[in-house]
């Protein structure tokens, strides 16, 4: 993790102290472009940006690289425009046609907690639609909308141009809670609904997790902000929360990432536990089980010994996590899956 880039994220987003002081020497341009890589890799590049405003001008870029930030940013600007336009269309088309609410998950519902919602990346329209997933999908069809069905967890489309996704579940297990909505947001004049923020949480969790384990896909600092503005915003209540999550396999993983983001970002008012202190968990530990995951090799063999080596080296980080080993977690779950799917 580029600890600049964290430092300067805390600086812009949760009002820690400049990293950069007055009397620090200013970065090299070699280091600014290495800032602006790993902002891209990690999907904080317009977050960046508002950052590198706060400065003062001895201690910005050159305008050459600035240059870079600010035509990343307008990109991120225009593609977040052109989605919430079109999200905003559909949500008017399923409350006409079905009188359904637009449930959005993420996306748009975690943007309206950042001081400059347009600057968070996002990439499809992510809706949760239940048991009424089927009739969205009928309703795109008799709109000449090409819907794909391949999944059982969604359906996704194409409208107006930007990809949508509508999930009849959320999470990869059958395992769903009883999802609620409610309005809480509005996009030019249109109402949209969202889960309630400890359940948007426990669903965030979950997809980070698994993404993070079972895809290796490393955590993103974009996720780690989305969590910390999320769980710091108005209201948020932890311990329904807690509640939700108790006995699941994210139970840990919530407490382990929360210390974890109250480092990194110098949250205040964050009601922590001791579990993670009782269970000998660390924040290094979150970094090298969740944040340090490399690309995925086009050879089995070479993703088993690597998967496997990570799964001995930290067996004891993974059993205070999850109760079991993750061999044991991994494979007996990849089995019954698909001793399921040909059956």
């Not at 870079?68 to 600007?77: G, L, N, Q």
């Not at 194409?158 to 949508?164: A, E, N, R």
């Not at 809670?177 to 400890?198: M, N, R």
């Not at 079972?214 to 209540?237: C, I």
Request: neutral net charge; charged residues 25%; aromatic residues 12%.
């Amino acid at each position: 993790m580029n600890t600049m880039l964290s430092d300067l994220l805390r600086f812009g987003l949760f009002g820690g102290d400049s990293p950069l002081a007055p009397d620090t020497p200013p970065l090299a341009e070699a280091e600014w472009q290495r800032l602006f890589d790993d902002s891209r890799k990690q999907a904080v590049t317009a977050l960046l940006y508002d950052a590198l405003l706060k400065l003062s001008k001895e201690q910005r870029p050159s305008r050459r690289v600035l240059f870079h930030f600010t035509s990343m940013t307008k990109t991120i600007e225009q593609d977040n425009r052109r989605r919430e336009k079109a999200l905003v269309a559909f949500a008017t088309v399923l409350h006409d046609k079905l009188q359904l609410p637009a449930v959005v998950a993420k996306g748009s519902s975690l943007s309206r907690h950042y001081p400059e919602p347009l600057h968070r990346e996002c990439g499809d329209n992510d809706l949760f639609t239940g048991s009424d997933t089927v009739r969205v999908a009928v309703l795109m069809e008799t709109l000449h909308v090409p819907v794909e069905q391949d999944s059982k967890r969604h359906v996704s489309f194409s409208f107006q141009g930007v990809d949508f996704e509508c999930h009849n579940c959320l999470l990869y297990h059958d395992d769903d809670p009883q999802w609620d909505c409610e309005p809480v947001f509005e996009i030019e004049g249109t109402t949209l609904h969202a889960l309630p923020s400890w359940q948007e949480a426990f669903f965030l969790a979950k997809h980070m997790e698994y993404h993070a384990v079972f895809f290796h896909e490393p955590v993103r600092m974009r996720d780690l902000a989305d969590w910390s503005l999320l769980v710091t915003s108005p209201g948020f209540d932890f311990a329904a929360l807690r509640r939700l999550a108790a006995g699941t396999d994210v139970a840990v993983f919530i407490e382990l990432l929360t210390q974890y983001c109250v480092e990194l970002f110098g949250l205040k008012g964050i009601p922590l536990t001791d579990i993670c202190a009782r269970k000998r968990l660390e924040n290094k530990d979150f970094e090298r089980l969740y944040l340090q995951c490399p690309e995925r090799h086009r050879w089995a063999l070479v993703r088993v010994a690597r998967r496997s080596g990570k799964y001995l080296r930290f067996g004891r980080q993974y059993r205070a996590i999850y109760g079991q080993s993750m061999f044991k977690r991994f494979y007996a779950r990849n089995v019954a899956n698909a001793v399921k799917q040909h059956l």
